[in-house]
């Protein structure tokens, strides 16, 4: 599959799509809280995705070669859960982490985004971690331009995580998205600087470190779908849907409620404006 080359028209489309799912996050994060449960918050997303948005939830029977179909709208992973989490009855406590992980079909595009929620009091640990995670996808966000390469994004996101002394998991990646869920080109989170394909303006894609507290090695569980680390440390996500623009790059997937981008990322736009 060749890597496709957003038009103008497309590109609305696509902002469309990606505020939608990132709404989807706002409207969610004042639930997550001790006690609700992850099918609770997947209902709601549903709900908000097909009532309000008038949407389609993308991971809502999603079956690429080798699944089951998924069972839910939203991915929920939980603590030492990597990614792809299945919504459950088991109530979210005080002091856990949960990535939740929203993909909005809206007029045929895919608006795709995640982000981490501390529920209750966290620890230290993992609240630095979660913080950690999300600067280290913004340091590979910073290197979206014309004429970088794939691996140049993946080199910066490696380095700050694992010079901060933690692990990156190899086997899910970024990908290119649009009017396809998943579509060339993957978007490593690791590599060597100056290696893969170029950016050019008009590609769009997604950065979405997974990044573990201890070892990289994971393990898929037995529903086919959730995995997990190894060593049972906690694992912290968060996703972006970017554009390249003639100039540097576009996040697609922000909303009123966003985490505002890290100092470094205020800080270089302020001295190029």
């Known amino acids: ?25 706002d409207m969610l ?26 949407g389609i939830p993308a991971p809502l029977n999603y079956c690429p070669p080798g699944y089951i179909p998924y069972p839910k709208s939203i991915c929920t992973s939980v603590n030492h859960q ?8 088991k109530a979210l406590k005080n002091g856990d982490i949960v990535n939740i992980d929203v993909t909005v079909i809206k007029d045929g595009w895919h608006g795709d985004t995640s982000r981490m929620f501390v529920v209750g009091e966290g620890s230290i640990a993992a609240k630095r971690l979660c913080a950690f995670t999300y600067e280290a996808m913004w340091k590979g966000i910073a290197k979206v331009k014309p004429g970088a390469r794939l691996g140049d994004i993946g080199h910066a996101i490696q380095t700050f995580a694992e010079n901060a002394g933690f692990s990156i998991v190899r086997e899910f990646c970024g990908h290119g998205i649009g009017r396809v869920f998943h579509e060339e080109p993957q978007v490593l989170h690791y590599g060597r600087p ?14 979405e470190p997974m990044i573990n507290a201890g ?7 037995g529903d086919g779908w959730t995995i997990v680390t190894k060593d049972r440390s906690l694992s912290a996500q968060w996703e972006h849907t970017i554009l390249v623009t003639d100039a540097g790059y576009e996040v697609m997937t922000l909303s009123a409620g966003s985490p505002p981008p890290p100092a470094f990322i205020t800080q270089a736009a302020a001295a190029t404006a």
């Open 1 to 25: 599959m060749a890597i496709t080359i957003k038009t103008a028209a497309d590109v609305e489309g696509m902002r469309i799509a990606g505020r939608l799912a990132s709404e989807v996050l």
């Open 194 to 207: 100056g290696t893969l394909d170029e950016l050019v303006p008009g590609m769009m894609f997604t950065i």
């Open 82 to 89: 990597v990614c792809h989490g299945i919504p459950n009855d």
């Open 29 to 54: 994060t004042p639930h997550v809280k001790p006690g609700i449960t992850t099918n609770e918050l997947d209902k709601l997303a549903h709900d908000h995705i097909v009532h309000v948005q008038q």
């Open 215 to 221: 070892r990289r090695e994971i393990r898929e569980m």
